[in-house]
């Protein structure tokens, strides 16, 4: 933040209707470390905000000064009693996310807004790296208790600068099974890999349309848990996609066998990074593993660019790690202004908690009582 500007101007955005109209534009690139991820800009927040927010729930604060937009806090209501504050899209979508700052003073500028009100906070996922955590104890010192704790992380592959080919990113049992898989892709047909870039939403359309189809063919249709069955996630990747699409940062990828899409991949290309936000196959070429050839593809494609990462996203699982074990770590931050509504959130938040672990050790105790009955029902081995 401008030492030189005093008085920065504060704006406040309530209706979900008007952010995209309304919502003063900043160029993420040169935030850095303060739009690190793609939750962090403008078509993300928009997207969120006209897909999951009712009239009223919304708070996005802009601090603006001579040179624009220095820092955002993209909120919505939540908890209907005591209410909290909490990022936008971080219920609905589970991503890391973070407020938007321009540079360290921008973000203390933000935080004496958020700071001087009474309402509770939740930042369910923010980057471990991020320099919020200190910031917020710093703002709030003396005026409320903030809590911090290990959040889930999101797995990824580093690229370095060494620009290795993408085999050598992998182990050698994965190489070998990926080699399979193209093979027996190949005894079906022809395959090709296509990775667009839609620049307007009349591109974006149609391939989002195709790829939601490829999702559904697959275990997450069977499963109900595509995006075909959520008609919010639907409504929200189809404007988020249009969106992005707009500033050049939406990528969508494809494996076809003979020209039929066995496998997508919904992703942004953003901040240096190559981020997956969906991923899907049709169960129908199952036997080729056309997923993860596509994945190997995109790992490729990242390279070629000279990106910095691979980024999965979501929570590690057990088939991301068969492609890496290099996680980021996130951090939930909440915070708890002294006053009524920051100590009844408090309260709460604690009875959950407690319920929660007598919940667990009661289950664990139970197991443990029946094990010893099942040993002992075991015969003997000769």
């Given at each position: 933040?401008?030492?030189?500007?005093?008085?920065?101007?504060?704006?406040?955005?309530?209706?979900?209707?008007?952010?995209?109209?309304?919502?003063?534009?900043w160029?993420?690139?040169?935030?850095?470390?303060?739009?690190?991820?793609?939750?962090?800009?403008?078509?993300?927040?928009?997207?969120?905000?006209?897909?999951?927010?009712?009239?009223?729930?919304?708070?996005?604060?802009?601090?603006?000064?001579?040179?624009?937009?220095?820092?955002?806090?993209?909120?919505?209501?939540?908890?209907?009693?005591?209410?909290?504050?909490?990022?936008?899209?971080?219920?609905?979508?589970?991503?890391p996310?973070?407020?938007?700052?321009?540079?360290?003073?921008?973000?203390?500028?933000?935080?004496?807004?958020?700071?001087?009100?009474?309402?509770?906070l939740?930042?369910?996922?923010?980057?471990?790296?991020?320099?919020?955590?200190?910031?917020?104890?710093?703002?709030?010192?003396?005026?409320?208790?903030?809590?911090?704790?290990?959040?889930?992380?999101?797995?990824?592959?580093?690229?370095?600068?060494?620009?290795?080919?993408?085999?050598e990113?992998?182990?050698?049992?994965?190489?070998?099974?990926?080699?399979?898989?193209?093979?027996?892709?190949?005894?079906?047909?022809?395959?090709?890999?296509?990775?667009?870039?839609?620049?307007?939403?009349?591109?974006?359309?149609?391939?989002?349309?195709?790829?939601?189809?490829?999702?559904?063919?697959?275990?997450?249709?069977?499963?109900?848990?595509?995006?075909?069955?959520?008609?919010?996630?639907r409504?929200?990747?189809?404007?988020?996609?249009?969106?992005?699409?707009?500033?050049?940062?939406?990528?969508?990828?494809?494996?076809?066998?003979?020209?039929?899409?066995?496998?997508?991949?919904?992703?942004?290309?953003?901040?240096?990074?190559?981020?997956?936000?969906?991923?899907?196959?049709?169960?129908?070429?199952?036997?080729?593993?056309?997923?993860?050839?596509?994945?190997?593809?995109?790992?490729?494609?990242?390279?070629?660019?000279?990106?910095?990462?691979?980024?999965?996203?979501?929570?590690?699982?057990?088939?991301?790690?068969?492609?890496?074990?290099?996680?980021?770590?996130?951090?939930?931050?909440?915070?708890?202004?002294?006053?009524?509504?920051?100590?009844?959130?408090?309260?709460?938040?604690?009875?959950?908690?407690?319920?929660?672990?007598?919940?667990?050790?009661?289950?664990?105790?139970?197991?443990?009582?029946l094990?010893?009955?099942?040993a002992?029902?075991?015969?003997p081995?000769?």
């Amino acid at each position: 933040m401008d030492q030189n500007v005093t008085s920065p101007v504060v704006r406040r955005f309530t209706l979900p209707g008007t952010l995209a109209s309304e919502l003063p534009r900043w160029d993420g690139r040169a935030f850095g470390a303060g739009a690190a991820t793609p939750m962090q800009t403008r078509p993300w927040i928009v997207a969120c905000g006209e897909t999951f927010v009712r009239d009223g729930d919304l708070r996005v604060t802009v601090v603006e000064d001579h040179s624009g937009v220095a820092a955002v806090a993209p909120l919505v209501f939540s908890s209907p009693f005591p209410p909290h504050l909490e990022l936008l899209g971080a219920r609905e979508l589970s991503e890391p996310s973070d407020f938007v700052f321009r540079d360290l003073g921008a973000l203390d500028a933000l935080l004496a807004v958020l700071s001087r009100e009474s309402t509770p906070l939740l930042l369910p996922r923010v980057p471990a790296n991020s320099p919020a955590p200190e910031a917020i104890r710093a703002s709030y010192r003396g005026r409320g208790l903030i809590v911090c704790r290990p959040g889930n992380t999101c797995p990824r592959i580093d690229l370095g600068t060494a620009r290795k080919p993408p085999d050598e990113l992998l182990s050698s049992r994965l190489r070998s099974d990926l080699r399979r898989a193209q093979r027996k892709a190949e005894a079906q047909g022809r395959v090709t890999y296509e990775v667009h870039a839609p620049r307007t939403a009349a591109e974006f359309l149609p391939l989002y349309e195709e790829a939601l189809r490829v999702e559904a063919a697959g275990w997450k249709g069977r499963g109900g848990s595509a995006v075909t069955t959520n008609e919010m996630q639907r409504a929200f990747f189809s404007r988020y996609g249009a969106l992005a699409s707009e500033e050049g940062t939406l990528r969508l990828a494809f494996l076809r066998l003979e020209g039929v899409p066995a496998a997508m991949q919904y992703a942004i290309q953003w901040n240096g990074a190559f981020w997956l936000l969906k991923v899907g196959y049709d169960e129908a070429f199952s036997r080729c593993s056309p997923g993860m050839l596509l994945m190997q593809h995109t790992l490729g494609y990242a390279v070629e660019q000279g990106l910095r990462s691979y980024e999965f996203l979501g929570s590690a699982e057990a088939w991301t790690q068969r492609w890496t074990t290099d996680e980021t770590s996130t951090t939930r931050i909440a915070v708890y202004p002294f006053g009524p509504e920051g100590m009844l959130s408090l309260g709460r938040d604690l009875l959950r908690s407690l319920r929660r672990k007598v919940t667990a050790r009661i289950a664990a105790r139970r197991r443990g009582t029946l094990i010893p009955e099942v040993a002992d029902a075991t015969p003997p081995s000769p």
